[in-house]
């Protein structure tokens, strides 16, 4: 009986024995395929391929800046009073010296008449004294005073009127007006702001440059002006004035242009997308937008190369970019014209790896992408 326990037992180690090795076969069996695997080479990266090509761009200079009115003021009285008189509605075009609003003036009215009423005597006493002192009638003291109160007069009359006349509020300039800011039979206070008004056509835009690109801008440069509200149109004009100093802060220069705004479309506050064009013409060499890898710590592309055997690799490169125009990247430094760098898709690519070229990139293709 023990016999045939011990001999049954001898069988279950044997076949668990048979198993085990089986199985740790066929797990060696499947490692040595993955390291056969992995040991092979990884296919060729699939790529699109774009030439660094010579340009002939004119020189530019890009910034951002702002719109401003040639002449844009907030219409304020100098004399409080009640409003007796609207003469303008908002919005609306006027020309210099027009009539915009009344202030309530009888008692200054009346004041001007007493005040000219007074220089009517003062005038008639002084030419009393005039014919007197010819014939030694009257002293020179009553007749230079007879003289002062005649001028004395004649200043107040003035002085009334000036004061009447502050309470018509009239165009500085011809413009276009804002919104009415106060309304019929309102009393405002001295400095009560009634109106904006701003002279739209021409109109200026100003922006800052470095200090690195003054030396490529001068007054009446080409600029070229974009904005949010007509992106697909530019407004072209030309620099007026480039400011005489450099801001210490941030080591810019304020410059100013005008531009033609016929159709008022242009308004003062916009943000503004401002190009300096220049008549000089620069070569430079320039790759697809989408070549360019934008890093932190620098920019490169993928410059495609002959490796072992004609297989082709890629090597990163690192560039020195310049300006953008129409999907094209100027490249200042790091890459050669005629060399053949990976257009699109560099995020799937490392160092040396080997690559299939299987289209080509193009600067229209990729002009439309943000």
Do not use: C
């Amino acid at each position: 009986m023990k016999k045939i326990h011990v001999t049954r037992v001898i069988s279950v180690v044997a076949v668990l024995a048979v198993v085990l090795g089986a199985l740790f076969a066929w797990r060696f069996y499947q490692i040595r395929q993955q390291a056969e695997m992995m040991s092979q080479a990884p296919p060729p990266a699939k790529i699109e391929v774009a030439e660094a090509t010579t340009r002939r761009w004119p020189q530019t200079v890009s910034a951002i800046g702002g719109l401003r009115a040639v002449n844009g003021v907030r219409v304020a009285n100098e004399i409080a009073g009640v409003v007796k008189a609207l003469e303008f509605e908002s919005g609306q075009r006027v020309d210099a010296g027009e009539v915009l609003l009344r202030i309530e003036a009888e008692t200054d009215e009346a004041a001007l008449e007493t005040r000219e009423a007074e220089a009517r005597l003062a005038l008639q006493q002084f030419e009393r004294f005039s014919n007197l002192i010819k014939q030694n009638a009257v002293s020179q003291s009553e007749f230079d005073e007879a003289r002062a109160n005649y001028e004395a007069a004649e200043a107040r009359v003035h002085e009334q009127r000036a004061l009447l006349n502050k309470k018509t509020i009239r165009a500085p300039f011809s413009g276009v007006l804002g919104l009415r800011q106060v309304d019929l039979g309102q009393y405002i206070g001295v400095g009560t702001p009634i109106v904006g008004i701003n002279m739209l056509d021409p109109i200026q835009v100003d922006f800052t440059i470095s200090e690195g690109e003054l030396p490529r801008i001068a007054p009446r440069d080409r600029v070229e002006v974009s904005v949010a509200a007509f992106p697909e149109r530019q407004f072209v004009g030309e620099i007026l004035a480039i400011d005489s100093s450099v801001l210490p802060e941030s080591r810019t220069v304020r410059v100013r242009g005008r531009l033609p705004n016929p159709g008022m479309q242009l308004r003062p506050g916009m943000f503004a997308n401002v190009q300096v064009v220049r008549d000089e013409i620069r070569e430079v060499v320039t790759v697809p937008r989408t070549a360019i890898s934008y890093n932190t710590y620098g920019d490169f592309v993928f410059e495609v190369v002959d490796g072992q055997g004609g297989q082709k690799t890629v090597e990163r490169v690192s560039v020195t970019t310049g300006d953008v125009r129409d999907g094209e990247v100027e490249i200042v430094d790091g890459v050669q014209a005629g060399a053949t760098v990976v257009g699109a898709g560099l995020l799937r690519l490392r160092n040396n790896q080997p690559v299939e070229v299987v289209a080509e990139t193009t600067a229209e293709a990729t002009s439309g992408q943000g």
